[in-house]
């Protein structure tokens, strides 16, 4: 009953009075805004959020929200349309309260409030004069002081502003200076708003080093927003139509212009506080991000963005202390929004150097995620400042400085193994290996010979940093340490003329039986029959060619018209794994070699992918060899059918071997080479082989990243650099250096030295039994036999190089058939 009648009440109410409209409300509650301010008086200490002007504010934008539900056709309601027309200046009202902040925490609630409404609506109106305006100066206020308490609300906004721009990237040309014709009426309060809003302490922003003095009107009129004859202040649908962000519209920006967004952004990333810094950086990834030529260009000739961002990743590594460990820095695994939750407190640290090293791999991740992220023309300007400011400027004196280059090549190493943008591995690879002539590109020739230094641990730094330039496998960097030098093929006898096989002897089988008799270093061929050893000897090879015969079934390859093939692959894949004697091997039974295969199956089809975009040739013969006549799909893993041939051209017959050679060196068009010239292999190949020749006086873990080294060469699908590298068959010009020799030498080595050791038997395989378990405390022992450990790491490089070639004929023969 009370129920109805209270119902029969307000139906006479609202008959009588009717209920406000959502535009009276919009309308009463600025009013209440404005009378706050009428009777405020400036020394009153009150803070902000204890008036009601929070309350009327967040009213304000609600009724905005709900009638944006209503409308229809993308149309503006009218308490929107009362903000576009400025029959009610609340942005402008906003603007002044940053400025003065009073009452207290007044500039924390017009940034929050303007950020707001710029997100919660689907239209913000941004083009309009009486929106765009207001925002401008509200940038102007921004940042004015480092460490500025309201630094968080102020990178919001920038960050809301940047992804209006992603929207519509017109709206970039009202963020550019000068922002108009009359430029001083930025940085002062309208009059109608200082009546209005009475504040006594509203000042002019300080002066902004990242702004141009606009009230000294030093730059030209240059207008970038698309004006109108008509007035401003005409009605809303006449406002609405002022775009100023027509995609067509073609801006041409003066020399002094500045990108006011993308340099406010840059002055954030100086805050202590992290989570400042990384909105910061969003904001610069989204409007570097965006597809539009005229802001990318903006960017890299506008804005100090990439000089700025290169600088803080060089401040980061300078600021690295030079006692850090080395093998710590590859423990390290961070990304540029990676906030550790110990990472507040300053006196944590996991290890030595453990908060420089984070800041910096995090920009390092910054900057690679940039590059990959970012408009093109920016991505290049980045990359060459990268390359000028932090590599040559910084990171290439710790280098070449021997007290500071073991830390400084691990640095780079891990830079080099986290980074994935492809301008920044290109420009990380031409730096190191250089542009000109190899003997002329000091710093290549710096790291050769730091690898060859006494100092095993800078050798072992430089040998990853090497691999890590190897897998990241660049056409410009592999060319220049390896191919350019047996591109020539200088390496093969000339037709007729003296020579040896890679091996070191004749091609023949009786050859390979003189090598493993003075391999056992017994004199007469008669001594070994009757040697007991000597007879396990050859049972282990006949073991070791049933066993490859056994694979070579068990894969099902057809080598019915293959004949020749699978008995040179047979060869090879003997010599390999028939170097060392058995007496000396810490594992005679070859119970791994298959895992080996597998491995080298998966690793040979990642190269195949990498390398199918280069320009390399498909084989040894045919009508034009050069690099000009090759195209990019040659290299795809069915058209490789170069090995195929290496292995046709090099079998175990001398006469065929040098018949084929005679038909390679007349083929007109073949590489130039000149006859009276000795093979050199180059600097890189050369520091190779004279570190596998010394292994049994290097450590274990150079030993170890020497061999990874090569067997990544031997796996690329060059048909030169695989001849070269996996034919110990291949006849060689007199005086040529080859892997199978160094390691034929090495074994002779082995051969003589290991037998002298005590029970050396034993020695071996204990030596093997904690290498494989892989027990960290081993490494800890001060006393290593390193005769041994070489020997083992030689008897594994064997076994692996086996797996290669096997993998690489198997392939061949699938693309050739």
């Known amino acids: ?91 402008d009202a906003l603007t002044a309260l940053a400025a003065a902040d009073r009452p207290p925490g007044a500039r924390s609630l017009a940034l929050t409030a303007a950020t707001a409404l710029l997100r ?36 919001e906004l920038l960050l809301t502003l940047c992804g209006l721009v992603r929207k519509e990237p017109g709206l970039a040309n009202i963020f550019t200076t000068p922002f ?100 910061a950086c969003e904001g610069i990834m989204i409007v570097s991000s965006l597809p539009e030529e005229d802001i990318a260009n903006l960017v890299t000739s506008c804005s100090p963005a990439c000089e700025t961002i290169v600088d803080k990743l060089a401040a980061r590594y300078r600021r690295i202390p030079p006692t ?9 695994n961070i990304t540029w929004a990676y906030v550790a939750q110990d990472f507040g407190d300053k006196s944590y640290s996991k290890f030595h150097g453990y908060r420089e090293l984070t800041t910096f791999f995090s920009w390092l991740d910054y900057c690679d995620t940039l590059m990959k992220e970012c408009h093109q023309s920016i991505a290049s300007h980045l990359s060459r400042t990268f390359r000028q400011n932090f590599l040559e400027g910084t990171a290439e004196a710790g280098v070449t400085d021997l007290r500071l280059a ?42 050769i010979s730091n690898c060859l230094s006494d100092n095993y641990d800078l050798a072992l730094e430089t040998l990853r940093f090497f691999e890590s330039i190897i897998e990241k496998g660049t056409e410009h960097s592999m060319e220049r340490l390896v191919l350019s030098r047996v591109g020539t093929r200088g390496y093969c006898r000339e037709p007729g003329g003296g020579g040896a096989v890679a091996g070191g002897g004749g091609p023949t089988a009786g050859g390979d039986d003189a090598d493993r008799d003075r391999l056992n270093d017994l004199p007469l061929w008669r001594e070994r029959e009757t040697n007991r050893e000597a007879m396990k000897q050859l049972q282990h090879e006949e073991h070791v060619s049933e066993q490859i015969n056994d694979i070579l079934s068990h894969e099902g390859l057809d080598l019915g018209g293959h004949a020749g093939a699978a008995e040179n692959i047979h060869t090879i894949v003997n010599s390999y794994l028939l170097l060392l004697p058995r007496a000396l091997l810490s594992d005679p039974v070859g119970s791994d070699y298959e895992h080996y295969i597998h491995d080298a199956h998966r690793h040979y089809q990642y190269w195949l992918d990498i390398t199918s975009t280069f320009d390399w040739p498909v084989g040894l013969t045919g009508n034009d060899n050069t690099a000009s006549s090759t195209h990019s799909y040659d290299s795809r893993p069915e058209a490789d059918i170069h090995i195929h041939d290496a292995y046709y051209n090099n079998n175990n017959n001398n006469n065929n071997s040098e018949q084929n050679l ?156």
């Open 662 to 817: 005679d038909k390679q060196h007349n083929t007109k068009k073949e590489t130039k080479r000149y006859e009276n010239d000795e093979f050199d292999e180059g600097p890189f190949l050369r520091m190779l082989f004279k570190l596998l020749s010394n292994m049994p006086y290097q450590p274990y873990q150079v030993n170890l990243h020497l061999t990874s080294i090569i067997s990544k060469l031997a796996l690329l699908p060059h048909p030169y650099l695989h001849e070269y590298l996996l034919n110990p068959t291949l006849p060689v010009a007199k005086g040529t250096p080859t892997l199978f020799k160094t390691m034929q030498e090495l074994a002779k080595k082995l051969t003589t030295e290991i037998p002298r050791i005590k029970h050396y038997k034993k020695v071996v395989e204990s030596t093997r039994l904690q290498l494989m378990s892989e027990d960290p405390s081993y490494d800890e022992v001060g006393e290593h036999n390193q005769l041994v450990e070489s020997l083992i790491v030689l008897e594994e490089f064997c076994k692996e190089l086996a797996a290669i070639a096997f993998v690489k004929y198997q392939h061949s023969l699938h693309a050739h058939g």
């Open 1 to 91: 009953m009370l129920s109805r009648f209270s119902n029969v009440l307000q139906t006479a109410a609202d008959v009588l009075a009717p209920p406000a409209t959502r535009l009276e409300d919009f309308e009463y509650h600025w009013k209440m805004i404005l009378n706050f301010y009428e009777r405020f008086d400036d020394n009153c200490k009150i803070h902000i959020e204890d008036t009601k002007i929070p309350h009327h504010l967040h009213q304000m934008l609600q009724l905005i929200v709900d009638e944006e539900k209503e409308q229809q056709g993308g149309t503006v309601g009218p308490c929107l349309e009362a903000i576009v027309q400025r029959s009610i200046c609340l942005l």
């Open 120 to 155: 919660r609506t689907k239209q913000p109106c941004v083009n309009s004069v009486h929106i765009y305006r207001p925002l401008q100066r509200m940038l102007v206020q921004c940042n004015e002081s480092p460490a500025s308490p309201t630094e968080k609300e102020e990178v």
């Open 406 to 447: 073991v830390l400084a090549t691990a640095v780079l190493s891990k830079c080099l193994k986290v980074v994935d943008s492809t301008d920044l591995i290109n420009e990380f690879s031409n730096w190191l290996v250089g542009d000109g002539e190899v003997a002329e590109w000091p710093l290549l020739h710096t790291l």
């Open 324 to 332: 850090v460990d080395p093998n710590d820095v590859d423990q390290l």
């Open 180 to 279: 108009v014709e009359d430029k001083t009426s930025l940085l002062t309060i309208p009059e109608d708003i200082q009546k209005l809003i009475p504040l006594k302490k509203v000042h002019t922003p300080r002066k902004n080093p990242l702004f141009v003095d606009l009230t000294q009107n030093q730059l030209p009129n240059v207008s970038i927003i698309r004006t109108y004859d008509r007035d401003d202040s005409s009605n809303g649908a006449e406002s609405l139509a002022d775009d100023v962000s027509c995609k067509s519209q073609k801006t041409l920006y003066d020399e002094n212009d500045k990108f006011l967004l993308i340099d406010l952004l840059l002055s954030y990333l100086d805050s202590a506080d992290n989570q400042v810094v990384l909105r």
